[in-house]
């Protein structure tokens, strides 16, 4: 699966342009980056992508030096599981 990385948005889109996996996460304070939104089309379900997301989502955080953070109920419980938060 190819991933797209935006400012604070990494997702993949299917052949169609449709967006079938999507992670938000916008810096709420100065070097705090908020992980909001995790979504993964009905179709990928487990299979792993939303745990991709969120370490894709991490690893660009901290290359930029930031904090991370997560009001998305998946993306805190997988951060919490794995000594992230």
Known sequence: MNYITEANRIFSTDEKGKVIAEITFPEVSKGVFEIDHTFVDDSLRG???AAKLVELAVSE???RGGKV???CSYARHYLEKNGKL
């Open 47 to 49: 299979q792993g992508i």
């Open 61 to 63: 955080i901290e290359k």
């Open 69 to 71: 953070t997560a009001s």
